[in-house]
């Protein structure tokens, strides 16, 4: 990416977003990109007066990553999000879904994760049966 | 009076979509709105594995039928700074024409449905009537009427010749006539004036906040506008983001009543400075890299984050849509309101919920 | 003679459910386009109702996925007998462009039996309106 990217940790994410925040940067989203079988990469993106400024944090997929809603109210959706389809939890979560804001529990787990999809075709037919 | 919880949608006859609020109400005034989504989850970002990168601008052209030019537009930009691709000039004024002509219409429908929620059917009439003139121009410009596909990594699919245009320009003055008679019953009208002024008002402060987009940030008196970064062809035209004050659904009528007209000017605009030339070049190559690409959508800014590693497939591509961070603002704006006001409050930010959902 | 005035005024007012259920909004458009002067269902008698227990004709338009099927089952099963099905767009018909994607189902008829198909990404208005008078023809025949 050609802007800005600064890389954070777990401890550091909520102190940097509050330190961004005061100067007066608008959340716009999140982003979850799955790396290899046991790591992903969440990247935070901000922005002011229409410049981009990235955080990347590198996790392991069993991290609990705290929840920057509590420093911007608005990220618990697209937390919640990346909950449901990457399978990773986020902690303190303003609204939690518990992994049921757009997938039933009937669906398969963690669809967006390459390294644990089922062929969709079978798991799909499945899930309907599940329900009648 | 005791709490009474009551479900909202998600088959509501003021929305065309399912989206499902549930509302705790104490004695007709909204206390707390959690909203719950999933009806419309595809999963499409995930088709980005299955088909190559050509064949995703069809895909994602149908996250939203609603702005379908304009998503393309976006992927189409994101892939083209990742391989390097100059679009040729002409290609790009084509883009804008097509961008304002969707956001026009996308403008005209809301307009038409926002009257439709606080039962003015006359005026959803008026407005659908005009929008089916700009149906018209895709139509006969394209092929298509909501789901045009005109553009393609490297350029665009389709030319307008001059006898198009000029078609375009008597059809485009006989739409701003139309609108403009409609003008005075859209803002002054007491019925209109009694269910939007003062209705879920969203300060600067808490617009900017809470992170919303588009007109709901403009209407609360923000200049936000991502044209203004001048992708395409939007850097060689005149324009001014349309900005409004009162962040009431008032407001936000207005800013998309203006917009309407600001597309116009826009159209004008690129047809009397485009110029002549190819109109796609050849792409080579396999995209490789990360790259954010972002525009204006009717509804805000819509941002995609791509990833490629070099195959035909993407890695991983990320639509994060208007809607999706309109949402909040519900949250914020619904808490000590009627219960009859709902659906107009819900309906002013423009929700588009395929596109949230994607 | 009252079997007849029933069978009249259910063949000259049809009255119609829409469903969106996971389109991409293009056919949900031109459905709704189809109640707007230029195209005009009214003059057929044909009004949108919100309310399944008033319809005639259940107009679903977009994929099934695993969460709307439960609605899609409900909202049919409260609908009145006789009733006529017609899916619109590919979406409808197979799931059009996102049927390898992991959240859908399929086609419409994966859940309900349906009656007639509208083709096309996205409908256009015309086609839509074809399909409607079609299913009427259906229904007279059901009906007698
Ligand atoms: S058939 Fe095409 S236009 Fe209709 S809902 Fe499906 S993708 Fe959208």
Redesign the interface.
């Known amino acids: 990416?050609?802007?800005e990217t600064i890389p954070v940790t777990k401890e550091t994410v909520i102190g940097e977003t509050a330190k961004i925040k005061i100067e007066g940067y608008?959340?716009?989203?999140m982003?979850?990109?799955?790396l290899d079988e046991n790591q992903v990469d969440v990247?935070y993106?901000f922005d002011e007066?229409?410049q981009?400024k990235?955080f990347r944090l590198t996790v392991s997929k069993d991290t609990l990553i705290p929840s920057i809603s509590v420093v911007?109210?608005?990220a618990?959706?697209?937390e919640n999000e990346i909950q449901d389809l990457f399978g990773i939890h986020f902690d303190n979560l303003f609204?939690d879904y518990r992994r049921?804001?757009?997938?039933?529990g009937?669906?398969?787990a963690a669809?967006?994760c390459?390294f644990t999809?089922k062929r969709?075709?079978k798991?799909?037919?499945a899930?309907?049966q599940a329900?009648t | 009076m005791s709490k009474t919880i009551i479900p909202f949608g998600p088959q509501h006859p003021v929305l065309p979509e399912p989206l499902h609020l549930k509302l705790t109400v104490e004695d007709e005034v909204v206390t707390e709105v959690?909203p719950?989504?999933?009806f419309v989850?595809r999963?499409l970002?995930?088709l980005s594995?299955i088909r190559d990168f050509h064949q995703m601008v069809q895909v994602v052209e149908r996250v939203c039928g609603i702005c379908s030019v304009i998503h393309a537009m976006c992927y189409c930009h994101g892939i083209e700074e990742m391989m390097g691709i100059e679009v040729p000039p002409r290609a790009k004024f084509l883009r804008v024409i097509w961008s304002e002509l969707h956001r026009m219409q996308s403008h005209l429908l809301w307009l038409g449905l926002f009257a439709d929620s606080f039962g003015f059917e006359a005026l959803f009439m008026q407005f659908w009537k005009i929008r089916e003139k700009v149906m018209d121009i895709s139509e006969s410009t394209t092929g298509n009427r909501v789901i045009v596909s005109v553009n393609v990594v490297g350029g665009v699919r389709r030319d307008l010749n001059s006898e198009q245009i000029s078609w375009i320009l008597t059809l485009l003055k006989e739409i701003e006539q139309e609108i403009s008679a409609l003008k005075k019953t859209l803002l002054t009208d007491y019925t209109v004036t009694k269910r939007t002024v003062g209705k879920g008002v969203l300060t600067k402060h808490q617009a900017?906040?809470?992170?919303t987009v588009g007109p709901v940030l403009r209407g609360s008196g923000v200049v936000?506008d991502?044209r203004?970064?001048g992708y395409a062809a939007f850097n060689e035209l005149n324009f001014e983001p349309v900005v409004e004050s009162d962040g009431d659904c008032y407001a936000r009528t207005k800013v998309r009543f203006r917009e309407t007209l600001q597309s116009i000017d826009l159209i004008r605009q690129a047809m009397s400075k485009i110029p002549n030339g190819e109109i796609n070049v050849k792409v080579k190559g396999k995209p490789q890299g990360?790259?954010?690409s972002?525009v204006e959508q009717p509804r805000g800014?819509l941002?995609y984050?791509i990833?490629a590693d070099g195959n035909k497939n993407l890695?991983?591509l990320?639509i994060?849509t208007p809607t999706?961070?309109n949402?909040?603002a519900i949250l914020t704006m619904l808490p000590g309101m009627y219960l009859s006001d709902v659906p107009v409050i819900v309906l002013s930010i423009d929700p588009c919920i395929s596109c949230t959902?994607r | 003679m009252f079997k007849k005035l029933i069978r009249n005024s259910r063949m000259k007012s049809p009255w119609l459910l829409h469903f969106d259920c996971g389109s991409c909004n293009g056919c949900d458009i031109e459905v709704l386009a189809c109640l707007t002067p230029v195209y005009d269902v009214e003059r057929f008698g044909i009004i949108n109702v919100g309310n399944p227990m008033h319809a005639d004709l259940f107009l679903v338009t977009g994929t099934v996925n695993?969460?709307n099927?439960?609605v899609l089952r409900n909202l049919y099963e409260q609908m009145p007998n006789p009733k006529i099905v017609v899916a619109i767009g590919s979406c409808g018909l197979s799931g059009g462009i996102f049927r390898?994607?992991?959240?859908?189902?399929?086609g419409v008829d994966?859940?309900i039996p349906v009656d007639v198909y509208v083709p096309g990404c996205p409908a256009k208005p015309e086609a839509i309106i074809d399909g409607v008078v079609t299913g009427l023809q259906k229904y007279d025949r059901i009906v007698n």
């Open positions: 990416m050609k802007e608008r959340f716009v989203t982003t979850c990109v799955e990247i993106h007066n229409l981009l990235h911007y109210q608005s618990f959706l697209v609204i049921t804001l757009y997938l039933g009937e669906t398969i669809p967006f390459k999809v969709t075709d798991s799909a037919p899930a309907v329900e | 959690i719950a989504l999933g989850h999963g970002e995930k594995e900017y906040g809470i992170g936000q991502t203004t970064l990360e790259v954010v972002r800014e941002l984050y990833k890695d991983r990320r994060r999706f961070a949402i909040p959902e | 695993s969460r099927s439960m390898e994607a992991y959240n859908v189902v399929g994966k859940i």
